[in-house]
């Protein structure tokens, strides 16, 4: 098992940043690759970033591209989601995740992720 604690987030006023950081603990070899989703009020889930957590190849949904990187510290076992230029649409629930295998078509699929963090709210106020 993979036990994922999520820290940041907040209330913003758009045009800000923010970072989100998520410590992994527990069975850490097993992690193939880390995500980042949110969830606004009346929306389904939503993919944002994900890192292969051996090579550091990255993932970005089109919506927070060129805003938001996603990062990892393989020797502190944790992975961070530095969020800037945030906007009032960026309001939302996030959370980190994590799986254990690798496919690229899947990689924007919630259900295909194995463990969760307990979600942080970001507010962004215009």
């Known amino acids: 098992q993979v036990q994922l604690v999520e820290s940041g987030g907040g209330s913003v006023q758009a045009g800000d940043s923010l970072r989100l950081s998520c410590a992994a603990s527990?069975?850490?070899?097993?992690?193939?690759?880390a995500g980042w989703f949110r969830q606004a009020p009346g929306k389904d889930t939503e993919f944002i970033s994900a890192?292969?957590?051996?090579?550091?190849?990255?993932y970005y949904a089109d919506s927070v591209k060129g805003r938001f990187t996603i990062s990892r510290d393989n020797a502190n076992n944790t992975f961070d989601l530095q969020m800037n230029s945030l906007k009032p649409e960026d309001t939302a629930v996030y959370y980190c995740?994590?799986?254990?295998?690798?496919?690229?078509?899947?990689?924007?699929?919630?259900?295909?992720?194995?463990?969760w963090g307990q979600g942080t709210q970001v507010t962004v106020s215009s």
């Open positions: 890192i292969i957590w051996s090579n550091s190849s990255t």
């Open positions: 995740a994590a799986r254990s295998s690798f496919s690229k078509a899947t990689m924007m699929v919630p259900l295909r992720y194995d463990y």
């Open positions: 527990g069975r850490t070899y097993t992690i193939f690759v």
